[in-house]
């Protein structure tokens, strides 16, 4: 069943590569004899799924998890069990498309208005007086 991201974004199965490895951490005997730990590989450069924009949006956010191939890889140990810890993978990519599928909104730069200029400066000039006002008293020099 491919992981769907949304309404036109699916990532085909054929795509994602799950190698499997000993976890670590708690889990008594059973965590010498079982493979539960998920690794998941993903070629984000090559796959057809991704449109461009997203991609370059994707590959930009994530570059520290992108190997020099172009592969994104996740891993998960959060559970004792093989196929919970593949679907935590499957989650954590789908999270991370989300997050860079819409573009972001463009900083429209604006201007200052009047009056909150003149609370600026306003209350840059009491400041100053406090604090001119902390000052020892000037001696004329005698």
């Avoid at 992981?3 to 010498?32: C, Y």
């Avoid at 991370?96 to 209350?123: C, E, F, G, N, Y």
Wanted: aromatic fraction near 4%; include cysteine.
């Amino acid at each position: 069943m491919p992981l769907q991201i949304s309404a036109k974004i699916q990532i085909p199965d054929e795509e994602l590569r799950f190698t499997f490895v000993r976890s670590s951490g708690p889990g008594g005997q059973n965590v010498n004899k079982v493979n539960s730990k998920a690794i998941l590989h993903w070629g984000v450069t090559t796959s057809s799924a991704l449109p461009a924009d997203v991609r370059a949006r994707f590959t930009a956010k994530y570059h520290n998890r992108i190997s020099g191939e172009g592969n994104l890889v996740l891993n998960s140990q959060l559970y004792r069990d093989q196929p919970k810890n593949e679907e935590d993978c499957r989650q954590k990519l789908r999270t991370m498309i989300l997050s860079v599928l819409h573009a972001p909104k463009t900083r429209k730069a604006t201007k200052p208005t009047k009056a909150s200029q003149r609370r600026r400066i306003d209350a840059k000039k009491t400041q100053g007086a406090k604090k001119e006002g902390r000052r020892a008293p000037r001696g004329d020099g005698e």
